[in-house]
Each structure stands twice: as C-alpha cells, then as structure tokens.
C-alpha cells in the first residue's frame, strides 16, 4: 500500500513550511530513509520561468530550503537542477530567490543541459529515453513540483515536473512526436518517472495555480504541502479532491491501461491530513480543448474548424518571439510588432505557444466541436 501524505500548510512562513516538510517527510518513513551520509541529492523544484513567487509558477524556495535543510541534516550534499521551458535558471533562481536558498544550502545550481541515454524499465513503451545526466548520476532524486493546472495535461504534480529531466529541445522534439495525444504524452511521462524513480515528492500545495495554467492561471490559495516515495500514487489520489474526473486525467487513463496502478485507487492509503476539510471544492480546472476529438481521418480543415485552435491576441503581445521559438512543427511564425502568424492546418495543438507566452497574449478559441462537448458536459450529472 503506497502512503500519501496530506499535512496543512497555512502559508510560506519558514516555520509552517519547516514543520509542515519534516511532519509530511515523517509520514513518508523520515528523511534517513531516502538519504545516507555521503550522497548526492538531486533537488528538483518546478522552475518553468522567470514570474515573481505571486504569480505562483514555481516552486516556492522556501519549501526547497525546508527540503533541503532535512537533506543536509541526514548528512546528504544538496544539488538543485531544473531544465526550465522559459528562461534560464540563472535568471528564474534571481527572480524567484531560489539563488539565495541555494547559497544558505551549499548546493549547487544547475541548469539541465547534458543529455544521457537511459535504459528504461521493463514494461515501458519506450526502451530508452535521453534524461539529464545529473539527475541519472545522483545518488538520490527528490522531486518538488508545484501544483498546478496544465492546459495539455489537465494537472501537473508529481509525475508532469519530472519532464525536466528532458534537456532544452529535446522537449519540443517530444511534443512534436506526441502531438495532441494526450495518452501518448502521458505514456511518457509515466516512462520518465518510472526511469528517474524519485525516491521522494513533495508538492507545493501551499499556493498553487487554477485555470490557464501551468504559465497563465491564476493564484490559488490551498494551503497543504502533499508527499509520496511515488508520485503517480499521489497525483492519481489529489487529482479527483480537485474535482478532476479520473477519465479527464490523460496521466490515470494511461496508468489504469498500463496495469501500473488499481483503477479503483485501493493501493493508496491516504494520511496526515483530512482532504475534506483541506483542499478548496471550487478549483477551477482547465477546460481540455482537443484536436483529439475529431478523428485522424478528417481532412486539415475540417480538423481547424472543428477543434480549438490557437489565436493570439497582439494587444496584449510584447513582441518577445518565444511562441514562435518554442512551436514544434513551426507553425507559428513572428513577425514585429505584435504579430503572430498561425498555420492552423500543421499546428498539432500542444499548448506550447500558450505555456511560453509571458503577456498571456495566446489563448485557445474554441472550436465548434469542443463547444458542444462541453455544455454537454455541463449538462450531464458527474
Ligand atoms: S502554434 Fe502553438 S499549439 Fe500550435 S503547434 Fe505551434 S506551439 Fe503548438
Ligand atoms: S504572443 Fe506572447 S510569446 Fe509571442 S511574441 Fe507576443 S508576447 Fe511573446
């Protein structure tokens, strides 16, 4: 029976957060289980861009010091590392303060740039998977998402924040390979966590974020910290407390078909905390806008009509050229000012374009099939 940990977490106070940490790690088995004296800890926060702490996008430092603190405690030697999809970590870590936090640990701070060739484990869809070199050499890995809303992926928790093990481009190579299967992607991503193995996850709960995420949602107070030694069991129980039906969540229909986990959740014991009186009922998710539901055979632009499709708007665009530079297939083309110009034939609806953008400048319009999927949706008893 896999543990998840529930432990409340009023705000980012160092003291809430200290205890908060070391009472979830105590559920988990304690700190000395997972680390030895002499080892190497792979730290890995949510580090996707350069936003201020309030617009809650990554990890807030001040759960990774109060990791990091039990770490160096158990005798471990702390290393922090992320692969962002925006910026650089030298410059996420100034804006967000993780650089003062590396310092007061010791760690090093690294950005991801050295690709390795894994072996996966037996029973995964692909046999090997290129995955930063540190986070495969590291004595430990200890994974330390953000819980967020993701546009693609409905959530992403535990098991979504180790796609940063994937280097720089290779990210968009992937997109580019899953296109707007979500399945796919999450077959993945499930081979990335089960190759990485973290032997600990501890989500920042604490503030999170709602709707557009993981980029361009809103703040969300939940005020808890979650953790597991398995992020998929603690992703597949948090997600229906926030109101996601298990069938939404591309990450549950892949691991439920892979036989990786009980469809019925009765491998999970939940502790610590009663969710009940713990996670908000009125989370807003994100609506999943599909190029999926308009079978393959439908022609280009029946497909564009039908499904939701990107649009920017140039009021609000900044003339930074990132959605452009991220785009996969290379549908979308720059051109100053404010200009985004968008091949919705080849576009294979990844969301990268809306992720990247920081002037929330790119929404998805919805498209007919999409609509009437969704107030059927509205009207149908869960
Ligand atoms: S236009 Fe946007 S959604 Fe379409 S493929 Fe490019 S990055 Fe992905
Ligand atoms: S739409 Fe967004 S990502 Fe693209 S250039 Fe404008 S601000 Fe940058």
């Known amino acids: 029976m896999t543990k998840v940990a529930l432990c409340a977490c009023p705000n980012y106070e160092a003291g809430n957060v200290a205890s908060a940490v070391e009472r979830a790690v105590a559920l988990c088995g304690g700190m000395e289980t997972f680390v030895r004296p002499g080892q190497r800890v792979l730290l890995k926060p949510n580090m996707l861009s350069a936003a201020p702490l309030a617009q809650r996008v990554t990890t807030d430092p001040a759960v990774v010091r109060a990791v990091g603190k039990l770490v160096l405690k158990a005798g471990g030697q702390v290393v922090i590392g992320d692969s962002p999809a925006i910026d650089k970590v030298s410059r996420i870590s100034r804006v967000t303060g993780m650089k003062d936090v590396a310092a007061e640990l010791g760690a090093d701070l690294i950005e991801f740039c050295r690709p390795s060739l894994a072996k996966t484990p037996d ?6 998977l290129e995955l930063e070199e540190t986070a495969l050499a590291a004595d430990v890995v200890i994974n330390l998402p953000k819980l967020k809303t993701h546009c693609m992926m409905l959530l992403t928790m535990g098991v979504k924040n180790l796609f940063g093990m994937v280097v720089g481009p290779r990210k968009s190579q992937w997109h580019m390979h899953a296109g707007a299967d979500r399945i796919m992607f999450a077959d993945l991503l499930l081979d990335i966590c089960r190759t990485v193995k973290p032997a600990l996850t501890i989500l ?6 709602q709707g557009r995420g993981p980029n361009n949602g809103t703040p969300c107070h939940l005020g808890f910290l979650g953790a597991s030694c398995d992020p998929l069991a603690m992703d597949l129980a948090l997600a229906p407390l926030l109101g996601a039906h298990p069938a939404s969540f591309p990450l549950y229909s892949a691991a439920v078909r892979r036989g990786l986990v ?21 989370f807003q998710l994100p609506v999943l806008e599909s190029a999926m539901l308009v079978p393959r055979f439908m022609s280009g632009p029946m497909r564009k009509h039908l499904t939701s499709r990107p649009v920017q708007d140039p009021g609000l665009c900044r003339d930074c050229g990132k959605c452009a530079a991220v785009c996969p297939p290379g549908s979308l083309r720059f051109e100053e000012p404010r200009h985004a110009v968008i091949d919705h034939l080849t576009c294979i609806r990844c969301y990268c374009c809306q992720e990247v953008c920081p002037a929330n400048a790119i929404h998805f319009k919805t498209g007919a099939l999409v609509g009437i999927v969704e107030r059927l949706r509205a009207i149908m008893p869960h």
Do not use: C, E, F
């Not at 029973?123 to 090997?128: E, L, N, T, V």
């Not at 939940?270 to 009125?282: A, E, R, S």
């Open 262 to 282: 009980r469809s019925d959740g009765s491998d999970t014991q939940m502790v610590g905390d009663d969710p009940n009186g713990l996670i908000p009922q009125n």
């Open 204 to 209: 920042d709960g604490v503030w999170g974020m």
């Open 123 to 128: 029973g995964s869809i692909y046999h090997a």
